[in-house]
């Protein structure tokens, strides 16, 4: 469908493809893919446009239960959360400034068994990457899982949106405001 849509859209551009060897091709497919699934946490962090469920996603993990464990795992199969390898090469940044990110709390992971995993959220050029950062930091030793859920979590400060949201209509502010209550909790 994809191929399609490029020789519709632009058969130049299609053509231009052609070029690129295969692999090449192939990484920045995925790279873009990746970035998508960031882009798809933002605008709708349950996963389905057409059904809201009443709990979000987020809230039906509990530690240590199997049901936890697949829906941990289900944001890693919709690309919404990537392993070390996937984001720095989507990113495409090294493993020794994404180390010395994560310290200075610019962005985080969430443990998956044994598994670091990262946001592709932090992948969205539609975000403003300082102000994501920011409050990241904001949340200060606040646990993975519990940032996850203060960006993919509705609030009604924000006017009903998440806070990833909020940071794509640009309400830095009021997402830090947020966040340090969230972190003070």
């Known amino acids: 469908m994809a191929a399609v849509a490029a020789v519709l859209f632009d058969p130049a551009a299609a053509a231009a493809l052609l070029e690129i060897p295969d692999a090449e091709l192939g990484r920045l497919f995925k790279i873009r893919l990746m970035q998508i699934a960031g882009l798809s946490t933002v605008l709708d962090p349950d996963g389905d446009l057409s059904r809201r469920p009443s709990r979000p996603a987020w809230n039906k993990v509990k530690r240590g239960s199997e049901r936890g464990k697949s829906a941990r795992h289900v944001l890693v199969a ?50 403003d990457r300082k102000a994501l950062a920011k409050v990241s930091r904001r949340l200060g030793n606040v646990a993975g899982w519990r940032k996850w859920k203060f960006f993919t979590t509705p609030k009604t400060t924000l006017g009903n949106s998440t806070p990833l949201q909020a940071l794509m209509r640009g309400d830095a502010k009021q997402v830090l405001r947020s966040a340090a209550a969230f972190a003070d909790k």
């Open 78 to 127: 919709k690309g919404k959360l990537l392993h070390l390898t996937d984001f720095l090469a989507a990113s495409g940044i090294s493993e020794h400034r994404l180390a010395k990110d994560v310290a200075a709390r610019r962005l985080f992971s969430v443990q998956i068994g044994r598994d670091a995993c990262y946001p592709a959220f932090f992948l969205v050029d539609e975000l």
